[in-house]
């Protein structure tokens, strides 16, 4: 007899950690990829073919798929990106698989707009907004709504790593912005037929990365993000902190999480759902039905002993009903995001060894080198090209303060 083998869509980004961790474990892991495209041209580098027992290029044709899928009888479909979802949701319900999410409910895990109208219908709070290619219609909505002379975000309301969000302040510049997103396509490859419009809120954002099962929940851990402006970029990434599971801290924002994560009908595989804390409450940002990015479930692991991968594992496995409802912090770990300030060559990125001798110094993540060419930080893929720091110690206080040594390196930094 084989090995049971699962089906993985897209391994870009941190699913490509499924490959690996999938035959450690003794499956046989199957890579199913899209004809390449400008979408996944940060990404495609972190693709690793290698790791994969058999290769299934879908080329459109969804029946040819299945029917080589059905050849090699996969036990799972999991969905490595965003664009793969309602691919994975088919071929699950094609290839008579259990683990399925809600099917009506897909337009809500993919659009923002519908996710959040999605969250509104099952009772909880979101962020006031409008979705429309009227900019007259967003006048009206503002007007209707008393947010006039307020901050705006404008938005795809399909798109990700914050590609395409803008601010405007106190709401001037609004249709300038509009006008800039709709009808093209983004970097991402994305087209806007619409453009998504928002409140802007303040407040901590917050992450809660999970793996479902049959509706059942588990987180495997929760972050805290700090985004900075810069330039064009209203979000640029400046951190990400990994938080204990503290339901006694952080108890309304696991519980928004969850309610939301049903409210979609995401009922299984891996969800990375950010959260804004307000003064009123928590308040979604948005659910990505997918592995937390960056690598971060690697980081995870090294933090908990455990993440979205090893537990994805674990239901492939069999043992998906044992999993816990939250997992052991280890020991803090932040990520601080190297920013480019400009755009050009990097003449000096030397000066990060010097954070080496930092207490709480651990390892260094794609970080750039004298000679690279760089673009301004402006979203997660711009800041993707600096690459990252990651700390680690037994006190949250010192990675925090080691944070800011970072911060006054990169000040020395060159670029031409």
Known sequence: MGKPVVAVLEPY?????????????????????????????????????????????????????????????????????????????????ALGLDAANVPELLPARQNKYLMHQALAAAGLPVIRQICTRDADEVAAWILREGLTGRDLVIKPPASGGTVGVSLAAGGVGWREQFAALLDRRDKLGVFNDQVLV????????FVVDTVSV????????????????????????????????????????????LAALDA???????????????????RLVEINPRLSGVGSPAITLMATGESQVTRIVDVCAGRGDRLPAGFDLRQHYLAVFLIAHSSGV????????????????HSPVQVVRSGDRVEASTDLWTSMTMGYIVLAHESAEQTR????????????????
């Open 13 to 93: 980004s941190s699913a490509a950690l499924l490959g690996p961790a999938l035959r450690s474990a003794g499956f046989s892991p199957v890579a199913v990829t899209y004809p390449p495209g400008r979408e996944h041209a940060a990404a495609r580098p972190t693709l690793h073919l290698d790791d994969y027992d058999a290769v299934v290029n879908h080329l459109g044709d969804f029946d040819g798929t299945v029917d080589r899928l059905a050849a090699l009888g996969p036990i799972a479909v999991i969905p490595g990106a965003e664009r793969s979802l309602h691919i994975a949701e088919q071929l699950t319900g």
């Open 214 to 257: 049959n509706g059942r929940h588990s987180v495997t851990n929760m972050l805290e993000y700090r985004k900075v402006r810069r330039g064009e970029g209203m979000a640029v990434y400046e951190s990400m902190e990994w938080l204990p599971y503290d339901t006694a801290a952080y108890g309304s924002l696991i519980e928004y999480a």
């Open 401 to 416: 303060a080691d944070r800011e040594a970072i911060r006054e390196l990169e000040k020395e930094l060159v670029i031409e």
């Open 346 to 361: 990097v003449r000096n990125a030397e000066i990060f060894d010097r954070a080496k001798s930092l207490e709480s110094y």
């Open 264 to 282: 979609v009908g995401l009922r299984n595989w891996a969800a990375h759902t950010e959260i804004m804390m307000t003064e009123d409450g928590p």
């Open 198 to 205: 928002q409140e802007y809120v303040t407040g901590t954002e």
